[in-house]
């Protein structure tokens, strides 16, 4: 199992930019992807971002495309999402994970290993 250890959220104005961090207590597992979800009070958590072992493979969800990136850097066991323009609609949870399989599989559930979460608002 690995552990999944997160940074950053916080109070952000509309329009700006946060920068959520994940430290992984290792990232050398086979066809280890790692994603960004969240959960907002009283929705389901909703997949944002995945991307894949060797970092060069991720894949979106629609509504984050061109708004938020996620990074993964291997040699520091970190996992980055850094998100732009952000507007209230994107006040939630965010929990990073990971697990097996290709950065397609968008399931909660496909996922083994969780982070604590971290609370990001938007609000002026």
């Known amino acids: 199992q690995v552990q999944l250890v997160q940074a950053g959220g916080g109070l952000v104005q509309p329009g700006g930019s946060l920068l959520l961090s994940c430290a992984a207590s290792?990232?050398?597992?086979?066809?280890?992807?790692m994603g960004w979800f969240r959960q907002a009070p009283g929705k389901e958590r909703e997949f944002l971002a995945a991307v894949s072992q060797d970092g060069i493979t991720t894949y979106y969800a629609d509504f984050v495309k061109g708004r938020f990136r996620i990074l993964r850097h291997n040699a520091s066991n970190m996992i980055y999402l850094r998100m732009n323009s952000l507007n209230y609609e994107d006040t939630a949870l965010y929990y990073c994970a990971g697990g097996e399989g290709a950065v397609g599989m968008i399931g909660a559930d496909t996922y083994t290993d969780w982070g604590q979460g971290t609370q990001v608002t938007v609000s002026s």
């Open positions: 290792k990232l050398t597992a086979i066809n280890y992807r």
